[in-house]
């Protein structure tokens, strides 16, 4: 249920920050505010703590984030008004998504056997930006069993140039031969 709920309120900011024209500063607050929750357990354990009044928790969120942009400000408040406070909390996942599809942009998860450097992943972005028709922003993951080659994934499409893959591709090739 959560996601849901987290994800209209999501939705509505997003639109009210294009309408508005401060998508990027919205964006800005929205990050801050998933990278507070995320760096201080206390404020997210504050938040679904149903003991605490809504007033005490508008009062806290305030104070916390004065800085806001006043659209992000009042959503926040508004889901505390509607004892919504705990969906705070999933708030900033879903609006960087509608955010990331409205500028289409996507991650690309690129697991390899080692580190690759930034040429590299320069590389992986510009050639399965291409094949996506998308902006990527590129995360590198390590993965010691990977003995060579790439695996590249991108939403729910999964590009696989290991070594493991072709040289399973080849069996079944010899197998049917």
Request: aromatic share 6%.
């Amino acid at each position: 249920m959560r996601d849901h709920v987290a994800g209209r309120y999501a939705k509505a900011l997003f639109d009210l920050a294009l309408e508005h024209h401060v998508l990027d500063q919205a964006e800005a607050d929205v990050r801050t505010l998933g990278e507070v929750l995320h760096a201080t357990p206390e404020l997210a354990s504050v938040l679904e703590n149903p003991s605490i009044s809504a007033e005490e928790l508008k009062q806290v969120l305030q104070t916390s984030f004065t800085g806001f942009n006043t659209i992000v400000l009042n959503t926040i408040l508004v889901m505390v008004e509607n004892d919504r406070a705990s969906e705070v909390l999933s708030l900033p996942e879903h609006f960087i998504a509608l955010l990331n599809e409205h500028r289409n942009v996507a991650t690309a998860i690129v697991t390899s056997a080692y580190k690759l450097s930034d040429e590299e992943l320069t590389n992986v972005k510009e050639t399965f930006g291409q094949k996506s028709g998308k902006t990527l922003e590129v995360e590198n993951v390590v993965d010691t069993n990977v003995i060579g080659g790439l695996r590249v994934q991108i939403g729910y499409t999964t590009y696989d140039g290991t070594i493991e893959t072709k040289l399973t591709r080849l069996e079944r090739e010899l197998l049917k031969a």
